[in-house]
């Protein structure tokens, strides 16, 4: 359970949409989320439900036919979504990590993993190059993105113009006039835009030059604070080189090989204070492979990806998500691909890297089977939207959601191998979503206000919410299935039966 109740992720009102053939498909409608330190949330819902998108959008990783059509995601005080491409690269892969359902799309097959992991490592050989971005990083990200704001609000206008003009230019006109006033209108329109364009310039513009004047000032503390740290570490290195040779030169034989092992580590010591060797980027690799469960990772090390097992592969894909030591990892259903068995032991490593490492953790999955025993907090999603809302017991012991009950009952029950109950029908077509609650069509709950307005989030306890007309208080009391009462009803009294025997 998240104990620090520190956010370090916060999604609010994301709306994600994607141009396609057929029209704008709607794949994430009005999301919010929290990820709080320290904790799982995991986000389960079927196929199509908007959870991968939801994860790219917070990688930044987005097909090209997306359109963010609202909402931010705030990650350190920063919004991802205006956050410029370069500061972003810093971000992804390095402060949040994350991995996919299969494995072999995240490697290369013609590279030896040994040198994929240590690849990763290398990326950031140049401490003192990392050292100066970290003392420049906040005054760039506040130039970049007054630079992305006035680049998104002239974009926008543009755009608004741009419809206009094809509107125009398809349109059937009854009579001249009527076109010829629509053509006056758009050069209006257009004049307009040219004002605005240099409006917003000049707006902008004056505030980017500050900005750049203080990082320019930045940039300068920061280049003379890096050369300040070599010299300081050369100095030290050459005091100690020094007097170490002084020492070898007076000492008698026996002495001898220990002072030049030291003179040896000194050497070593200092490269690694300046930049990460080849060297040490592989002691780093093979101990991250160990760390993840790969037997014999010296021998591994020289091998290509086809000659390991999905899950093995699998856990190569988390060592090189590991490797920058982030803050947030994203996995998305990264055991869908494997066999039951190995699915348990990546769920094991997953929570013992996140104990170990302290990682915040979203999982993505459509089984809340797999979530039970690793998730503080549960998001349900359906067609675009998180549904059901809570911590763990209260979406695995207190369902409100009709669409978490279908989702409960269609759980596999290893020990009694009762039949499950699959969820009737099938998702949405999310170019022309439903208008009321989504899940309605499928739900044998659904009363007439289903199909005609949105429910709001009902709220059940400060962390519980659920959007469903069954918690009106006018709404007609319903109990959820059988199949879901039951199963809650017996392992509350295992868990009894548990304290009992403790
Ligand atoms: N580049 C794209 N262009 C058009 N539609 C897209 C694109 N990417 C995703 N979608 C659509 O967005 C919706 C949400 O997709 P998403 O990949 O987030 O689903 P998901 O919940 O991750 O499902 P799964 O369990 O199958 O991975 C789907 O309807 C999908 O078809
Ligand atoms: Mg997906």
């Known amino acids: 359970m998240a104990e620090t109740g520190k956010t370090v992720l916060s999604v609010n009102n994301l709306v994600v949409n994607f141009k396609t053939d057929n029209g704008i498909l709607q794949a994430v409608r009005d999301v919010s989320f929290d990820l709080e330190e320290g904790e799982t949330l995991c986000i389960v819902g079927e196929s199509g439900s908007g959870k991968s998108v939801t994860s790219k959008a917070i990688m930044g990783i987005l097909a090209n036919n997306a359109i963010i059509a609202g909402g931010n995601i705030m990650y350190r ?69 007054t630079l992305a704001r006035r680049d998104i609000a002239i974009d926008t206008e543009k755009k608004k113009l741009e419809l206009l003009e094809t509107q125009i230019k398809t349109k059937d006109y009854a009579d001249g006039a009527a076109k010829s006033a629509d053509q006056a209108m758009l050069k209006q329109k257009k004049d307009a835009f040219k004002e605005f364009v240099k409006k917003t310039r000049a707006e902008y513009d004056a505030e980017a030059k500050e900005l750049k004047a203080v990082l320019a000032e930045t940039q300068k503390k920061a280049k003379k604070q890096v050369k300040e740290y070599k010299a300081q570490v050369t100095q030290e290195h050459k005091k100690k080189l020094a007097s170490l040779k002084s020492e070898l030169s007076k000492a008698g034989p026996e002495a001898r090989d220990s002072i030049k092992k030291q003179i040896e580590e000194e050497k070593t010591e200092y490269t690694n204070k300046l930049s990460i060797t080849k060297e040490e980027a592989k002691k780093r690799a093979l101990t991250i492979m160990k760390e993840v469960g790969i037997p014999d990772p010296e021998k591994r090390y020289n091998q290509y990806p086809f000659e390991f097992s999905g899950g093995m592969r699998q856990r190569i894909v988390i060592a090189i998500a590991l490797t920058a030591s982030p803050e947030i990892l994203i996995c998305d259903e990264p055991t869908t691909a494997l066999d039951v068995t190995i699915q348990a032991q990546i769920l094991e ?21 797999v979530v039970a025993n690793m998730a503080d907090r549960v998001a349900v999603m359906y067609a675009g939207k998180i549904v059901e809302y809570g911590t763990a017991e209260e979406i695995f012991y207190d369902p409100k959601h009709p669409y978490t009950w279908a989702l409960l009952s269609s759980i596999p029950d290893v020990d009694s191998k009762e039949k499950l109950e699959a969820i009737p029908g099938t998702p949405p077509n999310m170019i022309y979503p439903p208008k009321g609650d989504a899940f309605a069509a499928r739900s044998k709950y659904a009363m007439n206000i289903d199909f005609r307005e949105q429910p709001e989030y009902y709220r059940i306890s400060d962390t519980h919410y659920a959007a469903t007309w069954l918690l009106d208080p006018k709404a007609p009391k319903v109990e959820m299935p059988k199949i879901v009462s039951e199963r809650i009803r017996i392992s509350l009294e295992e868990d009894k039966k548990h304290e009992q025997a403790e």
């Open 349 to 369: 490593l997953i929570n013992r890297i996140k104990e170990e490492r302290k990682l915040s953790v979203i999982f993505i999955t459509h089984d809340l089977g």
């Open 77 to 145: 005080g920063e919004n991802l979504l205006e956050v410029a491409e370069e500061e972003f690269y810093k971000i992804r892969g390095h402060k949040i990590g994350m991995i996919f359902q299969d494995p072999l799309s995240s490697l290369n097959p013609i590279v030896k993993i040994g040198k994929q992991i240590t690849e990763a490592t290398l990326i950031n050989s140049d401490k003192l190059k990392l050292m100066y971005n970290d003392l420049i990083s906040e005054d760039m990200i506040r130039y970049k993105n």
